[in-house]
């Protein structure tokens, strides 16, 4: 049995929105519901029952009726969720108007800004107005090349007041990636800056944004951002400065829409093509984020929350949605350990943060460092720290404990961008166990699955989802007859979500995460498709083939690129760093591989396709299965006790 290393007072519980809830639960249906178990199984067995349920609790704001919750709850993909109300995004999370603050910007250089909800709103009001006076309307597209600063969030709810549906990248994409991106989508009007500051260096956007907007050919608009540095600060063809495009009106008129019009279009890149376009839903993404952060956040109007994240992050997405709930969202945008390794610690402190949001690598990369949070502060108002990206592992629990904080709630969270949101999570009223994360999600039927598809505990199987969920895709874009939607989640186990992850759930109903069981890469949480790195390496006269895989490291996992080189020439140095600098410019940094290692051959199937996932399990000493299906099966021997992957 897990060690328990928190657990929550008498007087916690008691005060908890997931008690809260509960107890309604029990008074609508003459219930008697004391703990999580009965509220989740209850949640599974009556699924429309408690989605219904929490859309009244949450006090989400919608016109109309419906006539049923889900029309079936056991169809994946197709389901169709409270068919028959309109509701707008963007009035949701505008829906506090008072002087309480809404955002607080606080970047790398210590500069502040603070928006308050009543100027957040007329700021909305002025940019959404100028955006219909040039013609934006439901259903077009509107994305954001951008830092994590107010003006992303403000130029999102602006987007979905108009029913327009949103997408967006950090500026540390390469172009090409940028633009195997939003090509896809057609967007009409871009949101940029002239330039972002990072690890104390102020890095232009200009000619990264000129070349990507001559290659948008649906544009009508840019609208930049200006940044400090002013020599960057110049106009591009059919653009104009953020300050000149705002107009004077001060309300909003807000477009109501479908549960399920698109609200956000996010993306997520497999083994082979261009990334996926996954479409979330207004509805779907609200009522997720909304029962995620009042029943297992425990989010409240007097919070304050803090995720270190970027706008190309879905961690950005739920973060933002915070707003809902009153609370004041912190914006952090530049290198975590810039000026110095203890930054984002002095910035909790200083900032009162409740909530404090990271991942297993930042926390691992603080116990590697010997940096010790309980030498900086006791931290008195902070309550929650949250962490996703990558699996904590019991020493990591043991640092936040003896190093940081022994009253905190450390909630180990998993999900991604496919769902943009979580299947298991955090939850106030729950101990918290070294190790393991507390709890599946309330309405996810989420199961671990052997290669039979039968649900097994306590031994590790597949993530798996086994009834339809609100905040599931409602569509890839430009996918026809979803033929790539089907293909990426339900290709394994019919009618069944199938996520990509190892997972084991104990009869306690706490669950381990132990990565990725398929070829996507996930360093650091981000995934990240391995044929964006192949096209960079393609450019190599050097190279005649390649293969790139995640292996796991040091409670993350990290990049690792074989090269086949031409003539069987040695790979150098100096090919090695023109290799990482092409897939940094093209791709983006998080793409670049810690390793890239020369290899005599490539293996291939008989049908012509790469064997990542042999490769990958080979590293592992994991036993290959149906090496029948290999061309050249002999090839995967060169892969084992390779040296370099030691260290």
Known sequence: MSKIMWEPSDAKIKASQMMAFISFVNDKFNLSFKSYEDIYNWSIEESENFWECFLQFSNISYQGNF????????????????????????????????????????????????????????????????????????????????????????????????????????????????????????????????????????????????????????????????????????????????????????????????????????????????????????GGTLLQHIKELKLHVDLKKEDTIFYFTTCGWMMWNWLVSSLFMGSTIILYDGNPFYPDEKNLLKMAKKLKINVFGTSAKYISALQSKKIFPSEISTFPYLRCILSTGSPLVDENYDFIYNNWKKDVQLSSISGGTDIISCFALGNPILPVKRGELQCRGLGMKVESFDDNGNFIYDTKGELVCTKAFPSMPIYFWNDNNNNKFKKAYFSVFSNIWYHGDYISISKSGGLKIFGRSDTTLNPGGVRIGTSEIYQAVEYFKEIEDSLVIGQPWKNDERIILFVKLKNNDLLSNQLKEKIKLSIKKTCSPRHVPEKIIQINDIPYTINGKKVELAVKQVIQNIEVKNKDVLANPDVLDAFKEIVELRV
């Open 67 to 282: 006539v049923k919750v889900v029309d079936d709850i056991n169809k994946m993909p197709g389901a169709k969720w409270f068919s028959g109300i309109n509701l707008n995004f963007a009035e949701n999370l505008l829906n506090h108007r008072d002087e309480k603050i809404a955002i607080h910007f606080y970047g790398e250089n210590q500069k502040q800004t603070l928006i308050s909800y009543s100027e957040l709103y007329k700021l909305v009001a002025q940019l959404a107005s100028s955006m219909r006076k040039m013609g934006v309307k439901k259903n077009d597209r509107v994305v954001g090349f951008l830092p994590n600063i107010p003006e992303t969030i403000i130029a999102m709810l602006a987007t979905t007041s108009l029913g327009a549906i949103w997408s967006s990248c950090s500026p540390d994409f390469g172009i090409k990636g940028i633009l195997d991106r939003f090509n896809q989508i057609s967007p009409k009007l871009i949101f940029t800056t002239s330039g972002y500051l990072y690890n104390g260096k102020q890095i232009s956007c200009v000619e990264k944004n000129e070349k990507i907007i001559s290659k948008l050919s649906t544009l009508e608009k840019n609208v930049i951002i200006p940044c400090e540095d002013k020599k960057n600060n110049v106009l591009l063809n059919n653009s104009i400065f953020w300050d000149d495009f705002l107009s004077n009106d001060d309300e909003i008129k807000f477009e109501l829409v479908p549960f399920d019009h698109p609200l956000y279009i996010m993306y997520s890149s497999g083994t082979t093509g261009l990334p996926k376009s996954i479409v979330h839903s207004v």
